[in-house]
């Protein structure tokens, strides 16, 4: 049984530059939740998404954006990249609903340093 | 809005002796409550959550957690810690009447002494 699987697993962008970081939920999953973690933070919820649609969202800019496909896979976009948003970045798969008793199946996190 | 405080940065025991890693709690509605443990450069790893029921949830590795209403909290234990539990534990809580997101604490980090 796939567990979450994210790519790339590191990667460096200059400033002002844009990234995008995909996610393959869990097998039988249906709801993908990002995460940021800076060092040495907890995880900080950026949005979640189910049925291709935004649920909810944290407080980050609208730099960051994201997308879900109809195989339920995701990726997280973010724009015009600042120093401060080097961080592991955490993607999470769950049952959006009905089984859903909340916890999150993690992937290993994709590293993103921005120079 | 719903939050998370481990009060301690730094949990350090002898193997063998009892792991405590302290964790409260804030939210308006019923709480949902987990345990994860990260490994370095690594995701996150579910433990055990508190749903509704018993007060104390058994979970991996030995590790359990007793859920306290009345002091919101919700500490992670195990009786015998070994040196492969050291690592770095997040508390996380989720109000599942208004919320679909977890909130995590900052971390502790535990070390456990050969």
């Known amino acids: 049984d796939a567990g979450v699987t994210q790519s790339p697993t590191h990667l460096i962008k200059t400033r002002g530059q844009q990234v995008t970081l995909r996610c393959s939920p869990k097998s039988g999953h249906d709801t993908v939740s990002w995460y940021q973690q800076a060092l040495g933070q907890g995880p900080q919820f950026i949005f979640q998404?189910?049925?291709?649609?935004?649920?909810q969202r944290g407080n980050f800019p609208d730099r960051f954006s994201g997308h879900q496909f109809p195989n339920y896979s995701s990726e997280l976009n973010v724009n015009a990249l600042l120093l401060g948003d080097s961080a592991l970045y955490l993607c999470a798969s769950s049952l959006g609903s009905g089984g859903n008793t909340g916890e999150l199946f993690f992937g290993e996190g994709s590293r993103l340093t921005v120079l | 809005a719903q939050s998370v405080a481990q009060p301690e940065d730094q949990v350090n025991v002898a193997e063998g002796n009892p792991l405590t890693v302290k964790c409260t709690y804030s939210?308006?509605?019923?709480?949902?409550l987990f345990w994860y443990v990260q490994y370095p450069n690594r995701g996150l790893q579910f433990l055990l959550k508190?749903?509704?029921?018993?007060?104390l949830v058994k979970g991996s590795y030995g590790f359990e957690a007793e859920f306290n209403k009345s002091q919101t909290s919700f500490h992670l234990k195990k009786p015998s810690a070994l040196v492969s539990d050291s690592a770095l534990y997040f508390c996380?809580?989720?109000?599942?009447?208004?919320?679909?997101?977890?909130?995590f604490g900052a971390g502790t980090t535990v070390t456990v002494r050969a």
């Open positions: 508190y749903i509704t029921g018993d007060n």
């Open positions: 998404y189910y049925e291709e649609e935004e649920r």
């Open positions: 996380a809580v989720r109000d599942m009447a208004k919320d679909y997101k977890l909130s």
């Open positions: 939210v308006s509605g019923n709480p949902y």
